[in-house]
């Protein structure tokens, strides 16, 4: 079982920036998958990046790519979520998720087993 908090979230200008954090207690294994996602009103919700726990090249959505960066800090159990160059359209709830097997695409959210409870990134324009 693994538990997972997000926090940073808040309100920022457009062009501003955020950093989240997902603190994550319980069993991790190296294998594991850590993943970010997000969902506006009214909408699906959409991958942003996910990165493995033992580390190795992360995988971004094509509308984050260049802005967002995923990293991990495996002393503290946190996976963190640099978020630059921010624009309304990145205005959603972002959660964190743990995917435990190597199979099953990284980019979607029914291949993730644990979810924590999301924090809101407003966007102004």
């Known amino acids: 079982q693994v538990q997972l908090v997000e926090s940073g979230g808040g309100l920022v200008q457009a062009g501003g920036s955020l950093r989240l954090s997902c603190a994550a207690s319980g069993v991790i294994f190296e294998s594991y998958t850590m993943g970010w996602f997000r969902q506006a009103p009214g909408k699906e919700r959409e991958f942003v990046a996910a990165?493995?726990?033992?580390?190795?090249?992360?995988l971004y959505a094509d509308s984050v790519k260049g802005r967002f960066t995923i990293s991990r800090d495996s002393a503290k159990n946190v996976v963190y979520l640099q978020m630059n160059s921010l624009k309304p359209e990145d205005t959603a709830s972002y959660y964190c998720?743990?995917?435990?097997?190597?199979?099953?695409?990284?980019?979607?959210?029914?291949?993730?087993?644990?979810w924590g409870q999301g924090t809101q990134v407003t966007v102004s324009s």
């Open positions: 998720a743990t995917k435990r097997a190597l199979y099953g695409s990284s980019g979607e959210s029914r291949s993730y087993d644990y």
């Open positions: 990165v493995l726990w033992s580390g190795g090249r992360p």
